[in-house]
């Protein structure tokens, strides 16, 4: 079973903390540091799933979670530009 959109990819590093990404959907995730122009500069990307298990990183897959938001509600917490309406492009 594939993971849904939202939900969290953990990746085995070697050390303790590992690596989180979130999955977008179309084999696609969202992680930080992949694009950095120096080590650990913090930089988020979207790249292809595969390109941390078999590109320069070698990370090691460990598993997917289910994404859950309980009080998200259906509402944005996200303040929308004064101009703009809900729906609006």
């Known amino acids: 079973m594939s993971p849904p ?3 969290l990819l953990f990746y085995d590093t070697g050390e303790s903390a590992g690596h989180v990404t979130l999955y977008l959907g179309n084999d ?3 992680s930080n540091d ?6 650990r500069q913090g930089k988020i990307a979207i790249v292809p799933r595969e390109e941390l298990t078999n590109g320069a990183w070698r990370l090691r897959y460990r598993g997917w979670a289910e994404p859950s938001f309980p ?5 944005s917490t996200i303040p929308l530009l004064p101009d703009k ?4 492009q």
């Open 5 to 7: 959109p939202g939900a």
């Open 28 to 30: 696609q995730v969202a």
């Open 34 to 39: 992949v694009g950095d122009d120096y080590p």
């Open 71 to 75: 009080s998200a509600g259906g509402i």
């Open 85 to 88: 309406k809900v729906g609006q």
